[in-house]
């Protein structure tokens, strides 16, 4: 029997072409999603898209790195690693979000979050994963929430320490002592606020992992499109850190 973070290992393993027991790990019934492969239903499928997968990441000579899970109730886990690939001579960094469902330890569902934007230089719509399902906020979380829904940067940057920080899906870093969380919420807001839906969410007391479908940025409506959010407490109850797994484009 492999724990999740085991089973997130195997995934890495197998990225990296090193090989691994992964596709042992799929019920029969699984859904397993990635942004280069799409949706894949059932066993036979799953290990289809996998295979193409690996092959994609090989292709970029990729080097993987283990982060941080953080596991829930009734078999849902979140984590976290990144992907180094090889772009025209360059070890370019991947920010990497898996979340996983759990079943009798197998995985009835698995979907990889990243952006495609360090490879093809431009945004790749993903449609929503979800529907109705719909996650209940910690206290925090939905403050945070309601700030980007209406656009407030002011709010927004007074839920994190002052040293805290927000890393774009590409690996871009806002905020630290030097750059207050401010300046980039005002930013992202100058054109209006960020309209998301939480389906599925993970809290362990000091880091929270939610998937959600952004569907309104800037007062203007978009395709609605998935991706997945990581929040760090501090022991203030403040955030440390926020980072974020999808491939939005700002609308202009």
Same mark, same amino acid.
């Given at each position: ?6 089973? $997130? ?9 090193? !090989? ?21 239903? !059932?066993?036979? *499928? ?34 976290? !690693?990144?992907? $180094?690939? *090889? #772009? ?8 990497? =979000? ?5 079943? *009798? ?16 230089? =431009? ?19 939905? =403050?945070?929430?309601?700030? #980007? ?10 839920? $994190?320490?002052?040293? !805290?920080?927000? %890393? ?12 207050? #969380?401010?300046?980039? $919420? ?13 389906? %599925? ?14 569907? %309104? ?22 955030? %440390? ?8 484009? *700002?609308?202009?």
């Amino acid at each position: 029997m492999e724990t999740p973070a085991n089973i $997130f290992s195997l995934f890495l393993e197998s990225l990296g072409g090193r !090989g691994s027991r992964f596709s042992e790990q799929f019920a029969d019934s699984i859904v397993f999603d990635t942004p280069i492969t799409g949706k894949a239903k !059932g066993r036979e *499928q799953a290990e289809d898209a996998l295979d193409r997968l690996v092959q994609w990441f090989r292709g970029h000579n990729a080097r993987l790195e283990y982060g941080r899970m953080i596991s829930g109730d009734a078999g849902y886990t979140a984590g976290e !690693g990144k992907a $180094f690939l *090889q #772009l025209d001579g360059w070890d370019v960094g991947l920010p990497l =979000a898996v979340a996983m469902d759990l079943s *009798q330890q197998k995985l009835t569902g698995f979907r990889l979050y990243h952006t495609l934007w360090p490879v093809k230089h =431009a945004h790749t719509l993903r449609g929503p994963l979800f529907e109705a399902e719909r996650a209940t906020l910690p206290k925090d979380v939905a =403050a945070y929430h309601l700030a #980007l829904e209406n656009g407030e940067a002011a709010s927004a940057a007074q839920l $994190f320490e002052s040293d !805290g920080t927000v %890393r774009e899906p590409s690996g871009g870093l806002s905020g630290g002592p030097e750059s207050p #969380l401010s300046r980039f $919420f005002e930013w992202a807001f100058q054109a209006g606020g960020v309209s998301l839906h939480y389906h %599925r969410l993970v809290d362990s007391g000091t880091h929270v992992a939610a998937e959600y479908t952004c569907y %309104r940025w800037a007062n203007k409506e978009i395709p609605p499109q998935a991706g997945m959010e990581f929040w760090d407490r501090s022991e203030s109850g403040l955030f %440390r850190a926020v980072r974020i797994y999808d491939d939005v484009e *700002q609308p202009s």
